[in-house]
């Protein structure tokens, strides 16, 4: 059997494209099942280079390679093996050389690379760490190409899910580092897609502003000055439904202001609710992040919001954030006294 195995994965790297197409079906149909992983896994040294080889042979291989190496990626030990090949480097290459004219393999392959992106070594990758000329320029590009399509666009699904590898890219140190520098200002090309229709992007957007919150204690010059579009993505979401007052939203910038004046469809998901009052909290654990939220009545909105609330988890998340602002409250009057 394994005799077997090796002779066919041998005809991957046939000169003939029927030859390798045949070995390719069959080995795409292995990776379909555990126990077919399981199996390519054994003679992994055989299979991983022929297949991120076929990544840039034309579309008819292409496409069969990146789906399999997207079922095989799910394997922890393949995945680091496949960084490991530069399977990364060549997912972006491929994508913005070749597969810029084959919707279908650059949506593939990103799929590819939010698989390669759960490990620290597909991050760094990705990220180009410790390379002082390139490092971010992947990334880079894949955060435009995020940004640019949109629901009325072709591209909108092809990369759709730049937006799970933004997430994981945010997990690392090194990626908030990058996606918060002002020089090219990602985080900002990303927060403006907030307002997504599209729950995937909306999710990704949120979840990657939250983590970058954690660094709120050395970054957060570099968050404020987003505050034009950082704080409609972080307070909208858990504003509630109702229209406020104006004698509310004349405390508020216009970007808020003006969306709240009237009532609103509610952010439907729990969990963008919940990671959006989470970056908050970050924020506001900073004394300057608890004054800038102040400065554009974020304590009203979050208890308008708390108000409409009804799920158990985001009420306790509400509720921590609730006791931070509070607990400053005295001292925030005083400080706003002073200032008249």
């Given at each position: 059997?394994?005799?077997?195995?090796?002779?066919?994965?041998?005809?991957?790297?046939?000169?003939?494209?029927?030859?390798?197409?045949?070995?390719?079906?069959?080995?795409?149909?292995?990776?379909?099942?555990?126990?077919?992983?399981?199996?390519?896994?054994?003679?992994?040294?055989?299979?991983?280079?022929?297949l991120c080889r076929l990544l840039r042979d034309v579309s008819e291989l292409a496409v069969p390679a990146?789906?399999?190496?997207?079922?095989?990626?799910?394997?922890?030990?393949?995945?680091?093996?496949?960084?490991?090949?530069?399977?990364?480097?060549?997912?972006?290459?491929?994508?913005?050389?070749?597969?810029?004219?084959?919707?279908?393999?650059?949506?593939?392959?990103?799929?590819?690379?939010?698989?390669?992106?759960?490990?620290?070594?597909?991050?760094?990758?990705?990220?180009?760490?410790?390379?002082?000329?390139?490092?971010?320029?992947?990334?880079?590009?894949?955060?435009?190409?995020?940004?640019?399509?949109?629901?009325?666009?072709?591209?909108?699904?092809?990369?759709?899910?730049?937006?799970?590898?933004?997430?994981?890219?945010?997990?690392?140190?090194?990626?908030?580092?990058?996606?918060?520098?002002?020089?090219g200002s990602l985080l900002k090309q990303i927060i403006r897609q907030s307002d997504s229709s599209n729950?995937?992007?909306k999710k990704g957007v949120l979840g990657t502003i939250r983590n970058c919150c954690f660094d709120a204690?050395?970054?957060?010059?570099?968050?404020?000055?987003?505050?034009?579009?950082?704080?409609?993505?972080?307070?909208?979401?858990?504003?509630?439904?109702?229209?406020?007052?104006?004698?509310?939203?004349?405390?508020?910038?216009?970007?808020?202001?003006?969306?709240?004046?009237?009532?609103?469809?509610?952010?439907?998901?729990?969990?963008?609710?919940?990671?959006?009052?989470?970056?908050?909290?970050?924020?506001?654990?900073?004394?300057?992040?608890?004054?800038?939220?102040?400065?554009?009545?974020?304590?009203?909105?979050?208890?308008?919001?708390?108000?409409?609330?009804?799920?158990?988890?985001?009420?306790?998340?509400?509720?921590?954030?609730?006791?931070?602002?509070?607990?400053?409250?005295?001292?925030?009057?005083?400080?706003?006294?002073?200032?008249?």
């Amino acid at each position: 059997m394994a005799d077997e195995l090796e002779e066919l994965l041998g005809f991957l790297s046939s000169p003939s494209t029927q030859v390798k197409k045949a070995a390719l079906d069959i080995v795409r149909g292995l990776t379909g099942s555990d126990g077919g992983i399981e199996t390519l896994a054994s003679c992994s040294d055989f299979v991983l280079p022929p297949l991120c080889r076929l990544l840039r042979d034309v579309s008819e291989l292409a496409v069969p390679a990146a789906e399999a190496l997207i079922n095989l990626s799910q394997n922890p030990t393949l995945a680091e093996k496949l960084v490991s090949l530069r399977a990364v480097d060549t997912a972006v290459e491929v994508i913005y050389k070749q597969g810029g004219s084959d919707g279908r393999l650059s949506k593939l392959l990103v799929m590819l690379l939010v698989n390669l992106t759960q490990l620290d070594s597909g991050i760094s990758s990705l990220l180009q760490v410790g390379d002082d000329k390139f490092e971010g320029l992947f990334l880079s590009k894949l955060v435009r190409s995020f940004c640019r399509s949109s629901s009325s666009d072709s591209t909108e699904g092809t990369y759709e899910h730049v937006a799970s590898i933004i997430v994981n890219v945010s997990k690392m140190e090194a990626g908030r580092r990058i996606l918060l520098q002002p020089k090219g200002s990602l985080l900002k090309q990303i927060i403006r897609q907030s307002d997504s229709s599209n729950p995937l992007r909306k999710k990704g957007v949120l979840g990657t502003i939250r983590n970058c919150c954690f660094d709120a204690d050395r970054q957060l010059q570099n968050l404020l000055m987003l505050s034009e579009f950082l704080w409609p993505a972080l307070l909208l979401p858990v504003a509630g439904k109702k229209s406020y007052s104006e004698q509310d939203t004349a405390k508020m910038p216009l970007e808020l202001a003006n969306a709240l004046s009237h009532e609103r469809e509610p952010v439907d998901d729990p969990e963008i609710r919940k990671q959006a009052l989470e970056a908050l909290y970050l924020i506001a654990l900073q004394d300057a992040g608890r004054s800038a939220l102040w400065s554009v009545n974020g304590p009203r909105i979050l208890q308008l919001g708390y108000e409409d609330e009804e799920d158990p988890k985001v009420m306790e998340a509400y509720e921590l954030i609730g006791s931070l602002v509070v607990s400053n409250a005295g001292f925030q009057e005083q400080s706003d006294s002073m200032k008249e």
